[in-house]
């Protein structure tokens, strides 16, 4: 006799937890607050903040190269990069608080912040 | 009795080797939180074919000894709130007797995640665990069910043992 290992109700049980997976990320996501400044750091010391409303490209200094920064339609993302794994460049356009993009190469970090709002930790 | 204690340490060796395996062979995919679990198949067999008692002690050795050989003693808070958690969820759906062996480890590999996120509110902001749950509730879900497929393979032949 053969015998399904997976019954209707194991395929439902399983359906429901992505589900409640994925609706909890979606959730999450929507209810993060969008950023008003994007704040570059390189080698952990702040370099310089733009915000997110106005569009810009800039060229960034990292160290032992530079990174192409664009804002555009309220988001941030790295045009060009001459680092040599260019994953900063590939990385998704951020907006909302937290997001960051990080060059590892160049020690350059850009990270999403709200209104006003103080660096987390200041090393002097 | 003497059955009873036989069984417990033949299962507790089971899974405590099962935990070795993996620590040789990590299955991590980089994330950190990820595992096969594989030791959780000893955990779903023991439900499926004894009690709920002998489960709860093969869990609970198995995660006490890891503990102290395979992984730091720090995470110990973590694998025990994972494994409890974990535990209740798979023996209460087994008990509603509607879901086979997968679906029970699906749902126990996504708990055990849960688990591990409430214990890590201890250390981390809230915000920052919950970020993290989805992607792990889905790979606990996804590595349960692959756990649970050989789960069920093994409660149709051992069945006839009677352990």
């Avoid at chain 2, 023991?46 to 003693?73: C, E, H, I, N």
Wanted: hydrophobic fraction near 50%.
């Amino acid at each position: 006799m053969e015998r399904s290992p997976l019954k209707k109700a194991d395929i439902l049980l399983i359906a429901g937890i992505l589900l409640a997976a994925v609706v909890l990320f979606c959730t999450q996501w929507l209810l993060a607050p969008r950023g008003e400044t994007v704040v570059v750091s390189v080698n952990g010391e702040e370099i310089a903040r733009y915000p997110l409303h106005t569009a810009v490209s800039v060229t960034l200094e990292g160290v032992g190269g530079q990174n192409r920064l664009v804002i555009e339609n309220g988001t941030a993302h790295i045009e060009e990069a001459d680092c040599p794994d260019k994953l900063c460049a590939q990385h998704t356009a951020i907006s909302h608080v937290g997001d960051s993009i990080v060059c590892l190469p160049h020690r350059l970090t850009v990270t999403v912040i709200g209104s006003g709002e103080a660096p987390d930790a200041v090393v002097s | 009795m003497t059955k009873r204690i036989a069984r417990c340490g033949l299962l507790i060796a089971l899974a405590f080797v099962f935990s070795y395996i993996e620590a040789i062979f990590p299955f991590s995919l980089g994330i950190p939180g990820v595992k096969l679990g594989l030791a959780n198949l000893v955990v779903v067999i023991a439900l499926y074919l004894t009690d709920l008692p002998t489960a709860a002690v093969v869990s609970a050795v198995r995660m006490l000894l890891v503990g102290f050989t395979f992984s730091p003693p720090s995470t110990l808070l973590f694998s025990f709130s994972g494994g409890v958690f974990s535990l209740v969820v798979m023996w209460l759906l087994s008990r509603t007797r509607r879901f086979g062996p997968v679906g029970v480890s699906a749902a126990g590999g996504a708990a055990h995640n849960i688990g591990q996120c409430i214990a890590a509110l201890y250390v981390l902001t809230p915000a920052s665990v919950f970020s993290y749950l989805p992607l792990l509730m889905i790979v606990g879900c996804l590595t349960g069910a692959v756990i649970g497929f050989a789960a069920d393979l093994l409660v149709q032949r051992l069945k006839s043992l009677k352990l």
